[in-house]
């Protein structure tokens, strides 16, 4: 089956530090890769939209240097929160999804749980 | 831009009872988005529940049933009769060539 797995699934880091979070597509190809953000009391935001040999895209909110991405192959992607502050505590999760198949679901992993002190 | 508005919850229900968790959608940039109800389970990851992508027609899975009316842009969540089970965070969705675009979630508590 597909699986998504996301590493660490827990990460503490000081205020001004960066964190370094990584997402592994197992069973399926993962074309694309969609990184989203649940704050406390907060939905899901997306992020940002990874589609290999594409280029990356924010959404409004969201910038590449604040949170570059890497999506070097078709079963991993990784994304890095760079000088984390308070707000950007929250549940970071990763959803893959394989354009080559004919199910639309994304699939998704457990989430890396992020909090800055 | 692309939004899902849902029932805020919690909702708490007692087991055996009926549900309905509304859903409404707007979609400026996708002209046929495809709709999707998941669901996060205590502990669990989020998982798709089930997903519709013509309009008109109806989606279940695990006695949950959805169906996609374009005219009132809505997708509401039914089952006849919850479960225990059930209780988790239910979120609405939406999307096409584009990542989904989640509601604010909705927490569901049955009682036994």
């Known amino acids: 089956g597909a699986l998504v797995y996301q590493y660490p699934r827990r990460t503490i880091c000081k205020s001004g530090t960066s964190m370094r979070m990584e997402c592994q597509a197992v069973?399926?190809?993962?074309?694309?890769v969609a990184w989203y953000r649940q704050s406390p009391q907060k939905t899901f935001e997306l992020i940002a939209l990874s589609t290999v040999n594409s280029a990356i895209k924010y959404e409004q909110n969201f910038t590449q240097e604040k949170f570059p991405i890497s999506h070097p192959n078709l079963s991993f992607s990784s994304m890095t929160v760079l000088n984390a502050y308070l707000e950007d505590r929250g549940l970071y999760l990763c959803?893959?999804?394989?354009?080559?198949?004919?199910?639309?679901?994304?699939?998704f992993g457990p989430g890396t749980r992020l909090t800055v002190l | 831009g692309d939004s899902v508005t849902q029932t805020e919850g919690p909702v708490t229900v007692s087991e055996s009872e009926s549900l309905i968790i509304n859903c409404t959608y707007s979609a400026t940039s996708i002209a046929y988005p495809n709709l999707f109800w998941y669901v996060r389970y205590p502990g669990e990851g989020l998982q798709l529940l089930l997903k519709v992508i013509t309009a008109g027609q109806k989606g279940s899975s695990r006695g949950f049933e959805a169906t996609y009316n374009k005219e009132t842009t809505s997708f509401h969540l039914q089952k006849a009769s919850v479960q225990e089970s059930d209780s988790a965070v239910y979120y609405c969705?939406?999307?096409?060539?584009?990542?989904?675009?989640f509601g604010a979630g909705t927490k569901l508590s049955v009682k036994p």
């Open positions: 969705a939406l999307g096409n060539n584009n990542a989904p675009r």
């Open positions: 959803g893959a999804r394989d354009w080559g198949g004919s199910s639309y679901e994304q699939y």
């Open positions: 069973g399926f190809q993962a074309t694309s």
